[in-house]
């Protein structure tokens, strides 16, 4: 019998609220509520497209020429996004995750990192998954388990959804201030306050035509420190939020990549919660140094409201 792209798959349930969680990446390929889709995911006979559900570890987006200097030593990774030379998107994508803890609403999987040409780290990512009658909930822990110290980013690649509402026709809150500016390779070349350019979405302005591949800072966050993005279909909308250690979130419409949808999906918009912005490893922006034996932590979760 054939094995699914994807790997074992667990499947979380609380009220109408239902998750799939998958081996391959530790991530997320499907999540409904009341039956309707809220991440545009990936069946399970596929592979996941475009980063759909996938966890980003040790870094998120782009490393510009798969190159970084860390504690006076040059590093050269594996050039994993040929269209514009980089290292994208880490290292765990399509490495198995190992559950440590499944339950019917909860499922802790594990991932060890051994040091390798370009990453000669060694890190061990925890990742609990939890769904409840709000929605889902993701808990991470990375910690250094070898014996020098290591640059660590994170990030998550969800797409929100709405069942088949097109992108087009749904609304988006981001209450940022700030957007990173990119060249044509997608790299940074610094960031600007948002008012008065096409990036302001804090009002929730319908979607419509615009392309954006951006990261965003400048955060509000609520009472309870955490900062909300919302995808809103007039009588349903859908919220990503994300807690302390997440300082940045990249807004990806997609557009350039319409033939990655799944069949059956509507198209998603990609919101993710991102611990630094692209090419971190470069700039040092929001990186993370972690000690031996140290842990870095961080939560986001998407609620249907």
Do not use: K
Request: proline share 8%; hydrophobic share 35%; glycine share 14%.
């Amino acid at each position: 019998m054939a094995i699914s792209p994807s790997g074992e798959q667990w499947h979380l349930t609380s009220g109408d609220v239902e998750a799939v969680v998958v081996e391959v990446g530790g991530g997320l390929r499907r999540l409904t509520v009341g039956g309707v889709d809220v991440v545009a995911g990936y069946p399970q006979e596929a592979m996941a497209s475009s980063g759909r559900g996938q966890l980003l570890v040790p870094w998120p987006n782009r490393i510009r020429d798969g190159r970084y200097r860390f504690s006076g030593e040059d590093h050269e990774l594996p050039i994993t996004e040929r269209s514009s030379g980089h290292a994208s998107h880490g290292l765990v994508r399509w490495e198995a995750f190992r559950p440590t803890e499944v339950d019917d609403d909860r499922v802790v999987v594990q991932h060890t990192l051994h040091p390798r040409p370009g990453y000669p780290f060694a890190l061990e990512t925890r990742v609990a998954w939890q769904v409840d009658p709000r929605g889902l909930t993701c808990s991470v822990r990375v910690t250094n388990i070898g014996e020098d110290e290591a640059p660590v980013g994170f990030g998550a690649h969800p797409y929100l959804a709405l069942g088949s509402t097109p992108v087009a026709d749904a609304r988006l809150r981001v209450p940022a201030e700030r957007v990173v500016l990119v060249d044509e390779r997608m790299l940074p070349t610094g960031t600007a306050e948002v008012a008065g350019t096409p990036f302001d979405l804090r009002s929730g302005p319908a979607l419509a035509e615009r392309s954006i591949d951006h990261a965003y800072t400048g955060l509000e966050r609520g009472g309870d420190g955490c900062w909300e993005v919302t995808l809103d279909a007039g009588e349903r909308s859908v919220v990503l939020w994300g807690g302390q250690g997440l300082d940045w979130v990249q807004v990806f419409t997609g557009r350039a990549d319409p033939a990655g949808l799944p069949a059956g999906h509507g198209p998603g918009v990609a919101v993710e919660p991102l611990s630094c912005p692209p090419d971190a490893f470069s700039s040092g922006e929001g990186l993370v140094t972690l000690r031996p034996g140290s842990t870095w932590t961080g939560q986001w979760g998407i609620e249907v409201r």
